[in-house]
């Protein structure tokens, strides 16, 4: 008996399958979904993290090829957070093999985050502490008075401030310079202004502009008096990654700021909006150099301080605002702050120096 022959007027379409397809047609599209997700993922990561970076090469294809291996470890987190959800859904309907090939990619992405919250033990003198504050307040904020009555309840022994302008100046001069007295500044009408407020003293003259990049975008370097050795203070803003030109002078501030760390042997504490998070390859570099950020080594390192509300509330949040300091200094607390009015929320930290012996930065 000859076998029976599917009617094609009966027989449902191409298009028809792929659109409404049955249960078993769709579980198997859904496996090739996944391994095709995972084939993705495994190749994202390892361009992100074996792309070399060279920060001084402005070839544009070079700085778009770094640009996407930044704006991947900026979002490795968020993509690790995808893959666990795959492989939930491969345990429950029982793809082992798809469960154990995304674990891998799962502990790259989401395994550093874990592992910053258990808090690094320093030996320290808890007799000198240094209460340090770097606040954002947003050029364009008028209402002041918030951020400045979030300032003086943490009552910081050094205060650093970025998009400084005139209005921020009149109305910190008006109510903090009395607490104050040591203080540098650099208003701007943009969003470069820069300060430093410090009770302490300044041992030698500030420098402001502190040279990085070709463009004239001031940053701050100041030296303070703190259990008795001296330590060097930098207050920084660098360039948002938004288009290839503020790129290509981000990374060329942050060429300038590796060579100028290098060569600082003072016990250091930089400070401000790097605008990268504690995953990009810059803050790679800045760990190799012996910096340590405050967040990550006082165990808070899933703290967010950017975007505090606009538009850009509804992406994940990260961390663009960072204190980090070298191994002669040790972080007892940091924490984040309100940043009301402003779209970046402060950064506070508790500082003391540290007995362990600094390795060669």
Not at 18 to 40: H, S
Not at 83 to 100: D, E, G, M, P, V
Not at 131 to 149: F, S
Not at 256 to 271: F, G
């Amino acid at each position: 008996m000859p076998p029976q022959q599917e009617d094609p007027l009966t027989k449902p379409s191409l298009l028809r399958r792929l659109l409404i397809p049955t249960v078993e047609q769709r579980k198997r599209m859904l496996r090739i979904e996944a391994w095709c997700l995972l084939l993705l993922s495994y190749l994202l990561i390892a361009f992100a993290y074996l792309w070399p970076q060279d920060y001084r090469n402005d070839g544009p294809a070079y700085v778009a090829a770094s640009w996407v291996a930044f704006m991947i470890r900026t979002f490795i987190f968020y993509l690790g957070c995808v893959l666990a959800c795959l492989t939930i859904a491969a345990i429950y309907n029982r793809s082992r093999r798809i469960s154990l090939a995304a674990l891998p990619p799962i502990l790259v992405c989401i395994g550093p985050t874990a592992i910053s919250y258990i808090p690094s033990s320093h030996a320290e003198n808890p007799t000198q502490k240094l209460h340090v504050m770097t606040v954002n307040l947003l050029m364009v904020n008028e209402n002041t008075q918030p951020l400045i009555d979030e300032i003086k309840a943490a009552d910081p022994d050094l205060l650093l401030l970025q998009e400084y302008t005139n209005n921020w100046h009149l109305a910190i001069t008006r109510q903090l310079a009395t607490d104050y007295p040591h203080n540098q500044s650099v208003p701007r009408e943009d969003s470069f202004g820069l300060a430093i407020y410090s009770k302490l003293p300044f041992t030698s003259k500030v420098n402001t502009p502190l040279p990085l990049g070709q463009d004239a975008v001031p940053q701050i370097h100041a030296l303070i008096p703190f259990a008795g050795t001296e330590v060097s203070i930098y207050n920084i803003h660098l360039l948002p990654p938004w288009g290839l030109e503020y790129t290509i002078e981000a990374r060329h501030q942050f060429a300038d700021l590796l060579d100028i760390l290098e060569k600082d042997n003072r016990p250091i504490i930089l400070a401000g909006d790097f605008n990268f998070t504690e995953r990009s390859p810059q803050a790679a570099h800045l760990a190799s150099a012996g910096l340590a950020d405050t967040l990550s080594s006082a165990g808070f390192a899933t703290k967010s301080t950017w975007p505090v509300h606009s538009f850009f509330r509804y992406i994940p949040h990260i961390r663009l605002d960072h204190i980090y300091i070298s191994q002669d200094l040790a972080c007892t607390h940091c924490t984040t702050g309100v940043g009301q009015g402003s779209d970046h929320r402060p950064v506070i930290a508790t500082l003391t120096l540290t007995s362990t012996p600094p390795k060669d930065r």
